[in-house]
Nanobody, 125 residues
Framework: QVQLVESGGGLVQPGGSLRLSCAAS????????MGWYRQAPGKERELVAV???????KYADSVKGRFTISRDNAKNSVYLQMDSLKPEDTDVYYC???????????????????WGKGTQVTVSS
């Protein structure tokens, strides 16, 4: 069993930055792929970024060049650095753990087993 707890959300002005953190408890963190999804009321859930156990990454087109996902296996943590934030980035961001395959440098994320409760990110002036 893995428990995930997100932190770091908040209110930020357009163009600003936030760093989300996700702390995992339980065993096996280093073998899991980790991802961040986001969802707002009335909107479809969107995969924002994923990082495989080996460190390969994948991003949604809407955040490429602005967001960076990273992990620290020694701390059982995954991070999402969000720069150049836009109002359309306003959402609840969820950390999750699953499996990933890397084929021809493309990361395929599947089999999500664990979810955090989410952290609110609001981008507004």
């Amino acid at each position: 069993q893995v428990q995930l707890v997100e932190s770091g959300g908040g209110l930020v002005q357009p163009g600003g930055s936030l760093r989300l953190s996700c702390a995992a408890s339980g065993s096996g963190f280093s073998t899991n792929a980790m991802g961040w999804y986001r969802q707002a009321p009335g909107k479809e859930r969107e995969l924002v970024a994923v990082i495989s156990s080996g460190g390969s990454t994948k991003y949604a087109d809407s955040v490429k060049g602005r967001f960076t996902i990273s992990r620290d296996n020694a701390k059982n943590s995954v991070y999402l650095q969000m720069d150049s934030l836009k109002p359309e980035d306003t959402d609840v961001y969820y950390c999750n753990a699953g499996s990933a395959s890397v084929i021809d440098s493309t990361v395929y994320y599947y089999g999500i087993k664990y979810w955090g409760k989410g952290t609110q990110v609001t981008v507004s002036s």
